[in-house]
């Protein structure tokens, strides 16, 4: 999730839109990206209500971040409710996991 701010780099979007994202499954949680000025930073919990909501299962989400499922099958699994556009950088986040 901490790749999540460098890869909304370069969204533009208003100050305080708010980015939900659940990886769903027993190694899942909830994050918050949120536009703060002229960055994105990323939070545990929001009170604001989020443009998009992006619900991936846990076994997706692991094979999407380690580029071991492109972005096109990772979507056909997502849940998006909300605003699709600013879902999309999402699936393009690559991590390194160690």
């Not at 769903?24 to 002229?38: E, K, N, P, Q, Y």
């Not at 499922?69 to 997502?78: K, L, T």
């Amino acid at each position: 999730m901490r790749g999540f701010p460098y890869t909304f780099r370069k969204v533009l979007a208003p100050d305080g839109m708010v980015v939900r994202f659940e990886i769903s499954g027993t190694a899942g949680g909830v994050w918050f990206l949120m536009r703060t000025g002229d960055a994105w930073e990323l939070a545990l919990e929001s009170e604001a209500e989020s443009a998009v909501y992006v619900i991936l299962p846990q076994d997706t989400a692991w094979r999407m971040f380690t580029k071991g499922v492109d972005e096109e099958g990772a979507r056909r699994v997502a849940a998006i409710r909300g605003n699709d556009d600013l879902a999309l950088p999402i699936f393009r986040t690559v991590s390194v996991i160690a």
